[in-house]
Structures are given as structure tokens and as C-alpha cells.
């Protein structure tokens, strides 16, 4: 009844369609968003059908011996709509299995969508990998306020953004991510590392996505003090990328932007996700970082890696 294949370049619209009605896909799982750095990765996806038709897809690349759920990705795994079933994801796993055998592969890393980016329970597949001896490997925590439920800033966060609001900030949508990328850029090199996207690919993916990949701003007198860029998946929203320059932390201008975020532009929204806080694989958790985001009221989830061996 089901049956798993290649994805081919062709399924592309297919594709998006699924994960746009699927239980736990969102934009990073749409071809437009994956392929933006197609060079970079050996696809080998698949397409799980019923009868022909569509009903899960499964976003991987492959580097020797080991899939990926996908490398690109934050997360992945399988992106399945309500016509999978436990019994059925139980099967498909199998058959996932046995395709990848026959391609010589002996390891795949699943890195499971968290809970809150599903629209409807999707832990199935969560399920089949403990059925199949599958390891957790890697365990990173992240940070999210649930906007729907009683949450408080910190009083010290609170006293920074009332002292903010009162020094002449104002807070913007920005059109082009250059200046934005600019001061990312610098922040990020003072810890020797770099933002994972180009600007150039930055402004493909907005282009992409206009309504989905949104940039604010915290200026004055119109200098970038902070940015937010924000992954807006719908009922969650997502911080993929924070900074603020030296003058932006003296007048605390990121913790306004956040609180203007938070308590209004998506006031209305389930979640509000800052992101992770941990390196090294998860094994050293940024204890400044976490308590930063903490302060606006935040909490954890984690995303978790598991290794499964064929």
C-alpha cells in the first residue's frame, strides 16, 4: 500500500504542497527554502506514496556511508500528513531502511522536528526509531516563550526596555538585510565564527519568501543599533538571527525590539522560539546566552539527533 523513492526534481511542487498540509513541516522543509544551497549537499530525499499519491516526504543528503535528516536543516525527519498512521510509519520505516541498505549506507542521523513547530501530534516516527534500536546522540536546548499561557519578563529585563522606550529608539521593518548582515557579521566575529547565510543568500531567501523571512530593526536618528530576523512559520515564530552593536547594548535596544516583538507583532501567535544555547554537539550549554533569553520569560525544548544504524 505504501511505497518510498527517490525524490526527483520534478516532485518539487508536490513536494511543497505536502509539506504545506503536512502535521510538522514548515518553510525549511519547502524546496525553495532546502535548495537555496543545493551545491553544498548530495540529495538523496525521498517520497513516501500511497496508491501515488503523496502523503510524507523525507528531506535527507548523503556524505559516505551516512543520511542525513538533512544537513541544511535545523530538523527534519519525516514530514508526514495524517494519512500516516503507527502502524504505517512503522512499515515506511522499513522500507526507508532497505532503500538506503541498497545504496550501501550504514548510518542515518534523524534530526526530529521539535514538538512545537507541529501543527498536529506527528511522534510516530519517534516511535518507529525506538522500535529500531535507534540512539539518541545529541541533545540541544532551546529557548521559547508559549505566548498563549502566563509568562514574565525578569524585573531587571523589564526596567531595560521601559529605560529603552524612553531614549528614542524606534522600531522598523527593514527592506534589505545588508546593513543587518553587516552587524551580524561583525558581532559574530569577535567569536571567530560567521552567520550560516550569505547576504547574497539572505536575499535570495526573502525574495523567496518575503512574507516569511521578516527583518526588524531598533534605529535611532537612523543608525542600526539591533535586528531581529525572524522566521515566521505561523504559529511559531522563530529568532534565527539576534544582534545589536556596542551603542544598541548601552541603550538596550535589542531588549526593546524583543519586547515589542513578543508583546505585540506576534502577541497573537502559539510560540516564540529565541533558538539554541548550547555548543559542542549539546555537551556545553552557553549559560549567558540561555539566561538571556530566559529573562524575557523563556523555557526549554530540546531538538534532539538520534543515530540510527542499518
Same mark, same amino acid.
Given at each position: ?11 518539487? #511542487? %508536490?513536494?511543497?504542497? *505536502?509539506?504545506?498540509?503536512? !502535521?510538522? @513541516?514548515?518553510? $525549511?522543509?519547502? =524546496?525553495?527554502?532546502?535548495?537555496y ?35 541544511g ?10 494519512a ?6 512503522l ?19 534523524y534530526k526530529?522536528?521539535p ?5 498536529? #501530534? %506527528?511522534?510516530?516516527? *519517534?516511535?518507529?526509531?525506538? !522500535?529500531? @534500536?535507534a540512539? $539518541?546522540?545529541r =541533545? ?7 505566548l ?25 521593518a ?10 551580524l557579521?561583525?558581532v ?11 547576504l ?11 512574507q ?8 535611532r ?24 552593536s ?24 502559539g ?36 543515530e540510527?544504524?542499518?
Open positions: 500500500m505504501y511505497s518510498v523513492r527517490p525524490y526527483a526534481t520534478a516532485d518539487a #511542487p %508536490a513536494w511543497d504542497a *505536502l509539506v504545506e498540509r503536512s !502535521r510538522n @513541516g514548515n518553510l $525549511l522543509h519547502r =524546496r525553495g527554502y532546502m535548495d544551497h543545493a551545491d553544498r549537499f548530495v540529495d538523496r530525499s525521498l517520497v513516501v506514496e500511497r496508491h501515488g499519491e503523496p502523503v510524507a516526504v523525507f528531506p535527507a543528503n548523503i556524505e559516505g556511508r551516512v543520511v542525513t535528516s538533512h544537513g536543516l535545523t530538523y527534519a525527519g519525516l514530514i508526514s500528513t495524517q500516516m498512521h503507527a502502524a504505517s510509519t512499515a515506511v520505516f522499513g522500507q526507508i531502511a532497505d532503500h538506503y541498505r541498497a545504496l550501501g549506507v550504514e548510518r542515518v542521523i526530529a522536528v514538538h512545537i513547530f507541529h501543527a498536529y #501530534p %506527528a511522534e510516530e516516527d *519517534l516511535y518507529a526509531l525506538h !522500535r529500531l @534500536g540512539q $539518541l546522540r =541533545r540541544d536546548l532551546s529557548s521559547v516563550i508559549a498563549r499561557e502566563a509568562f514574565h519578563f525578569t524585573s531587571n529585563r523589564q526596567r531595560s526596555v521601559n529605560k529603552a522606550r524612553e531614549s528614542g529608539i524606534g522600531l522598523q527593514g527592506n534589505d538585510p545588508a546593513d543587518f548582515h553587516a552587524l557579521s561583525a559574530l566575529r569577535r567569536h571567530d565564527t560567521r552567520p550560516t547565510h550569505s547574497a543568500e539572505l536575499r535570495l531567501l526573502q525574495a523567496r519568501f518575503p516569511h523571512l521578516v527583518l526588524h530593526e531598533a534605529r536618528e537612523g543608525l542600526l543599533l539591533a535586528g531581529a530576523l525572524v522566521y515566521d512559520f505561523g504559529r511559531v515564530v522563530h529568532t534565527q538571527y539576534l544582534a545589536a556596542e551603542e544598541g547594548r548601552r541603550m538596550n535596544a535589542l531588549s526593546l525590539l524583543l519586547a515589542e516583538l513578543i508583546g505585540g507583532v506576534y502577541a497573537d501567535r510560540y516564540f522560539s529565541f533558538g539554541i544555547s548550547t555548543e559542542q554537539d549539546g555537551w556545553v550549554l552557553n549559560g549567558g546566552l540561555v539566561a538571556h533569553k530566559e529573562r524575557f520569560g523563556a523555557r526549554a525544548i530540546v531538538h534532539d539527533f538520534y540510527w544504524t542499518l
